[in-house]
């Protein structure tokens, strides 16, 4: 008998498989139908276009009928009458372009919601209806241009009372954020992106009224760069024990170097995780991260210019527990001549790799370095301004003869991103990767400065892909 044929068996080696994955075995035989069908069936996407007309995911019949099975629904642009469903085991939701409350008040087993309708303005009986008919709700995510009027608010801010989590992104809120006397003190994530006339120090308001944070993500919508009172206000704010549970911290504003190394030195406990997006990131900022090297977890430099080569080398040598980072760009001269990686648990790196033209040959030793990091699941080698910015210099050549093979340790690689960067692969290092990373999920970017190369490059990577399309889940 084959083990994967006791059900048993089966639901423990499911998780550990991709939904694609779960499609195929449901047509193998009646056994694996059976033991495979609920993780088919887990998670659906569906949208439609503006007659009705299903364009991805199961027709509105099918999914009634598994509909027990369904943990998470992402549905766009569906009409009211086509979700008309009751899933019994519903968790998570996620509305696009929905604006009435039924889907929620059919499902009080929903968990975690998400509502995306750009220019859309929710009425009070729709937030009044969301939070009668979800007392399990914990998080909320909202977002794409919603709009609220003062009528609004209070209806809102009402539901979001008992949450953990709460998500506005690009809201447009006015002034005069939150009604008087509501406070959150359950909540503990926070990720806030705003289109407002309200000032900074509203923002800060607003932010106090969640002493538990645990995590916050914060784009103000001001030029924070030239006012920077916001920032000495946030630091003190810190510094004085508003959120003693901070932790993760994601910065999406500019801010100065000083704004930085005040705001880390305040902060009360070892941050685990850190996003300054666009900030000056220089002697004192960096001075400052240091004393959190040890229980760094997660660190984000996307665009921070200032963050130089050697501080880059500094970070991925003298943080153990770190698991993530992203930065603009590190010489390979650093990265051949800096010490051993401290950073052995790392699983995404993400950062434009640059040699200069006579460092052709630190390509193989670049290679060596990174194959060290065997648990990598995520590499970027590129920026996507990068290329206009290294007029004399040359990105890592992900082509065998320049040291790919090195990389066969990397068994756990999922997604390769060489957007940014100029490379010339062939045939020959495509099959190599097809052959050597078998997880292997995307590959993004220019895999050939010709075009025609390139694409033909592309149609053969997917290929390795199993594509979900040639399975249609409606005859499961």
Sequence with gaps: MNPLDLPDIALEVAPYLKRRDHVRCA????????????????????????????????????LERHREL???????????????????????VTLSQYRR?????????????????????????????????????????????????????????????????LE????????RLVPDGIRFPRMRVLKLDTSTEASAEEQIGLLCLFPALEELTWKSGKDTWTQTTIWESFSEKIACGTWPSLQKLYIQDAIRDGHV????????????????????????????LRRHFDGLRSLDFPNCHALESPKVVEILTSCPALEAFRGFRVQAKDIVDGKPWSCLSLRKLAVGIVFDEWEE????????????????????????????????????????????????????????????????????????????WRQLEEVGGALNMDPTVGEALEIMLLSSYYDLSLYTIDSL
Excluded at 168 to 175: I, K, N, P, Q, W
Aim: overall charge negative; charged content about 20%; proline content about 5%.
């Design 27 to 62: 047509y193998v035989c009646k056994a694996w139908y059976r033991s495979f069908l609920p993780a088919v069936w887990e998670e659906v996407s569906i949208k439609s276009n503006p007659d009705g007309v299903i364009l991805k995911g199961p027709l509105p019949e099918v």
């Design 261 to 288: 190394g005040a705001i880390l030195e305040s902060m009360p406990q070892q941050p685990i995780k850190l996003m300054f997006a666009s900030s000056s990131l220089q002697d004192l900022g960096f001075s400052a």
């Design 101 to 165: 409350s039924t889907v929620i008040t059919m499902n009080p087993s929903i968990v975690h919601l998400r509502l995306y309708n750009n220019g859309a303005h929710f009425s009070s009986t729709f937030w009044n209806a969301l939070s009668a008919a979800l007392p399990r709700l914990e998080s909320l995510s909202v977002g794409s241009g919603v709009m609220f009027g003062f009528d609004v608010k209070s209806a809102f801010w009402t539901a979001c009372l008992p949450l953990k989590e």
């Design 361 to 436: 040959d630190l390509q193989p030793l670049v290679f060596k370095r990174l194959s060290d990091l065997t648990r990598l699941q995520h590499l970027t080698v590129g920026h996507g301004v990068l290329l206009e910015r290294l007029q004399f210099q040359y990105s890592l050549d992900l082509r065998l003869q320049s040291g790919l093979g090195a990389l066969s340790r990397l068994r756990e690689m999922r997604h390769l991103n060489v957007t940014g960067t100029r490379q010339a692969l062939d045939k020959e290092d495509i099959r190599w990767m097809q052959v050597h």
């Design 70 to 92: 369904v943990l998470k629904l992402d549905a766009e642009d569906i009409a009211e009458e086509q979700l008309n469903i009751e899933f019994p085991n519903l968790v998570s």
């Design 168 to 175: 506005l992104d690009t809201m447009v809120m006015g002034s």
